[in-house]
């Protein structure tokens, strides 16, 4: 079960665009998928989301739900983890990444009437 500790009652997302070395996609998607293992594991993460931009494939979109700002920014970035995460993951990087910190304001999901169809 998740608890949701927020900024304001919420959980906050951290969003990064992170631009990839030309060349390099492969071998950083494979290295973010032993880094993932690293941050699901620490105390205050939800849940994550890498994305590939289809407009600039060497730019990739990661979204980290933590219960709290300093679950990312103190626990997380403060812990030997994080030295194993940049270790995997930073060298990948030109630019190096922004990262900032979101509170969801709204949300949508599909409106599903009686006369529609289930999916399932």
């Known amino acids: 079960m998740v608890r949701e500790i ?12 992170l631009p990839v070395i030309p060349g390099l996609e492969e071998e950083f998607e494979a290295a973010f998928s032993q880094a993932r293992e690293i941050i699901a594991a620490m105390p205050g993460f939800i849940s994550l989301s ?12 990661l979204l980290v739900e933590w ?3 300093e ?21 990948f990087y030109e630019p190096f990444p922004v990262v900032e910190h979101y509170n969801r304001v709204t949300s949508a999901r599909p409106v599903i009437s009686a006369d529609s169809k289930d999916p399932a």
Do not use: V
Request: glycine share 8%; hydrophobic share 25%; net charge neutral.
């Open 6 to 17: 927020c900024q304001n009652g919420r959980m906050i997302t951290e969003h990064a665009l």
């Open 71 to 91: 679950d990312h920014t103190e626990g997380f970035r403060g812990s030997p983890e994080y030295q194993q995460w940049r270790a995997l993951l930073h060298r």
């Open 67 to 69: 219960q709290t700002l």
């Open 50 to 61: 890498l994305s590939r931009s289809i407009e600039s494939p060497g730019t990739y979109l």
